[in-house]
């Protein structure tokens, strides 16, 4: 028999460090945009033991209250005293934020047509999917992901009275039989109170966390386990490691199933293409799969700063093609607009309904529990039309 052919993703739990910071700068960016929707925004944020570190540029005519926001952010997790991680009400917050540089504003907000809003950076962007799970994104990620929100979910409901906000999965999946997929391996770990009996705490997080997601997605519970490995994590959260927004780029969008253009998502508005345009590569991807053109898909944008047209657009089916890829790059090339400003109203993206702050948790893409804009298969109908007349 043959080596098993294994893939493996990750996910961790709003109380990660990393996702803290993700979500407080994502918090200040909707605070922006709500009273100001062509504010320019770019946050970063960085917390360690009782401080916390607001930096960047905003270029805005809202009136921010910056600690404010943040110590609800904490709050809301969960993180309430410095024991458990960081205290909300007891940290200390420093705010160092300035306006945007005037030499990037004059390359993005240029044109008095708003249609050829310059791009916010040069950078490619990547968008994928594929037709192994409803959501059209790899099984790996999206079982990593609900391990995390069902545990985080069964905290805040009171049914782990032993967890702390802070947490981390691990799915390995066996594709050496494409029409058979197994879970082979999991691993997770979830920050506890001090006196939790470790085998106890195991045993509750196998019960109530990882067999019934595996169960959800009617696959085999004969996996191996690691639960909490090292026996011990009552230190997490920003007392245990330093946390910085855009270190969980991978945990955001595909598992490492496709590429990464190397940009993060949080802090940003969406003139930076890092974010917009990862949002709309995915948003053609998912539509060409589910379209049948193929059953993997994979998108590249590439920009320029202060240009608003893409410099590039590519196109990968891994063989799984169902029609000729040069159709298909055709078809993209004429049904989406991917200019900055036409991502942005395509999805919008800078009203207030729009909350950024609610996908930093569990990934940004195929979300059960969010109806996001740029999810929608609306462009299936014209890409088979466009292919049946092409032809």
């Known amino acids: 028999m043959g080596r098993k052919i294994l893939f493996t993703s990750e996910s961790v739990g709003e109380g990660h460090p990393d996702k803290v910071c993700d979500k407080i700068a994502d918090t200040i960016l909707d605070a922006a945009l709500k009273e100001d929707p062509s504010s320019r925004v770019a946050i970063e944020v960085l917390a360690t033991v009782e401080k916390v570190v607001i930096a960047g540029e905003i270029t805005s005519k809202a009136k921010i209250d910056y600690e404010k926001l943040a110590r609800q952010v904490l709050r809301d997790i969960g993180y309430t005293s410095p024991e458990i991680g960081i205290g909300a009400d007891t940290c200390q917050i420093e705010v ?33 999917a594929s037709d192994e799970t409803e959501n059209y994104m790899p099984l790996p990620i999206v079982m990593a992901h609900k391990i995390v929100r069902t545990a985080s979910s069964l905290r805040h409901e009171g049914k782990l009275p032993h967890a702390r906000p802070d947490m981390k999965s691990q799915v390995t999946i066996d594709y050496t039989s494409p029409q058979h997929l197994r879970v082979d391996t999991i691993v997770f770990s979830c920050q506890h109170d001090e006196n ?42 920003p007392k245990g490691d330093t946390g910085l927004t855009g270190r969980k780029i991978i945990v955001d ?20 293409v890092d974010r917009s345009a990862a949002y709309a590569a995915r948003y053609c991807a998912k539509n060409i799969v589910a379209a049948s053109l193929a059953s993997r898909c994979q998108v590249q944008l590439s920009y320029a700063i202060g240009v608003s047209e893409p410099v590039s657009i590519a196109i990968e089916t891994f063989g799984t093609e169902k029609v000729k890829k040069e159709l298909i790059l055709a078809a993209v090339e004429e049904l989406f607009d991917f200019t900055p400003q036409g991502i942005i109203d ?3 993206l800078t009203r207030p309904s729009f909350k950024y702050a609610d996908l930093c948790d569990y990934g940004h893409f195929g979300r059960p529990d969010l109806d996001l804009p740029f999810e929608k298969l609306d462009m299936v109908d014209k890409l088979k039309e466009y292919i049946a007349r092409a032809k």
Request: glycine share 14%.
């Open 253 to 272: 969008t595909y598992g490492g199933s496709c590429p990464h253009g190397g940009g993060s998502f949080s802090g940003k508005d969406p003139s930076k």
């Open 196 to 237: 939790v009996n470790i085998e106890d705490f195991r045993k509750e997080l196998k019960e109530k966390v990882l067999l019934p997601v595996v169960k959800s997605f009617k696959m085999n519970t004969d996996f191996k386990s690691f639960i909490n490995p090292t026996g011990r994590f009552v230190i997490g959260g």
């Open 96 to 128: 160092l934020v300035k306006e945007q540089s005037k030499d990037i504003a004059l390359g993005v907000d240029s044109s008095a047509d708003l249609k050829k809003l310059g791009a916010g950076d040069q950078g490619m962007m990547f968008g994928y």
């Open 346 to 348: 395509k999805f919008s």
